[in-house]
């Protein structure tokens, strides 16, 4: 999980919610449309939770972070919305993937969470795996259970993304890492933060090891 810096909600979103008696169901058209452009460039087009691609289509959710069922004065405020994935609800429901276990938005449904990744200290609850799953520390633990972090899908998929640099393991460490931080034609890379502790390990590996030569 990548902690999001958000920036402002646009501007067709800002004169929608002065309309009276407006809620989170009656948001449609361009404001809706221009709300979730920018939490999508806000997130570098990757899920707020699991970190895969998403895009501007119908498998990308605006996620409440507080939900709206229990908190519904929050429903239209832009720093309780992030975009997530569909955590492959859509697929299911269409039967392309009958037995995925859902995640993300999908696997929360109406739950707390005690951390999101608007918390600046998000980073350093979750430890990531060669073998691809995920740990959570103190709060983090929450998390994973929470946003069904270590769905087979998901442990798949990460583990797939650190054999592959495993396998190539970059020669310019320093400079890998400073490129898996930043957005690249406004996208991040999907997954970073999961190479981004990988890189940070081998970094400090290889400093131990000169260290002790
Ligand atoms: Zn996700």
Not at 113 to 122: A, H, N, T
Not at 206 to 211: G, I, S, T, V, Y
Request: charged content about 30%; overall charge negative.
């Amino acid at each position: 999980m990548r902690y999001i810096e958000k920036t402002e909600p646009p501007d067709e979103f800002v004169e929608f919610c002065k309309t009276p008696d407006v809620c989170f169901e009656s948001l449609s058209g361009e404001p809706k449309r221009a709300l979730k452009t920018r939490l999508l460039e806000d997130q570098g087009y990757i899920c707020c939770y699991c970190g895969c691609r998403i895009a501007d289509d119908e498998h990308t959710k605006i996620e409440h972070i507080k939900c709206q069922d229990r908190y519904s004065a929050l429903s239209l405020d832009f720093y309780n919305m992030l975009a997530s994935c569909d955590g492959g609800e859509l697929d299911r429901n269409f039967k392309v993937r009958p037995r995925h276990k859902c995640h993300c938005d999908a696997k929360k449904e109406n739950e707390d969470i005690p951390v999101s990744p608007l918390d600046s200290g998000i980073e350093g609850l979750l430890t990531y795996f060669d073998d691809g799953t995920v740990k959570g520390t103190g709060a983090g633990e929450k998390l994973v259970q929470t946003l069904g972090l270590n769905v087979d899908y998901l442990v798949s998929r990460r583990k797939n993304i650190i054999s592959e640099y495993i396998d190539n393991e970059p020669e310019d460490l320093e400079a890998e890492l400073r490129w898996l931080k930043s957005m690249h034609d406004g996208k991040f890379e999907e997954f970073c933060f999961v190479l981004e502790q990988y890189v940070s390990l081998l970094i400090e590996n290889h400093k131990e090891l000169a260290a002790a030569l």
